[in-house]
């Protein structure tokens, strides 16, 4: 299976279950895998032929900028179903979302996020 990739995307937006995150909100950087055939593209150079990746970025930008999810689960599964949504040719997808800078005691660097992926049914 082919893949489209959009990779490091950050917004601002204001999920989590603290209040904080949701008065404040914070940096979430978005990583999503797009599987579909791509040969057809690959011979036409057609965007008729494949499924557009600035698509796909608007809908994960308006997922993350929009309304608030407590857990990153729940908006990871907004942004999984829209792009399943965007196309009958896609495949699969696997969405992955980052807080930077999770509210965590103690921590300095890095970073806490979910994957989820899913199949068309």
Avoid: W
């Amino acid at each position: 299976m082919d893949e489209i990739r959009l990779t490091g995307l950050t917004f601002y937006g204001y999920h989590g279950a603290n209040p904080e995150e949701t008065l404040l909100g914070q940096r979430f950087e978005v990583d999503a895998f797009v599987y579909l055939e791509l040969s057809r593209a690959a011979e036409s150079d057609a965007l008729d032929d494949t499924v557009s990746y600035s698509a796909v970025y608007k809908l994960i930008r308006r997922e993350v900028e929009g309304e608030p999810s407590k857990l990153l689960e729940h908006l990871a599964g907004r942004i999984v179903g829209g792009i399943l949504a965007l196309d009958a040719r896609i495949d699969r997808v696997r969405v992955c979302v980052t807080k930077p800078s999770p509210p965590l005691k103690g921590i300095a660097a890095g970073g806490a996020g979910v994957c989820l992926e899913r199949r068309r049914d």
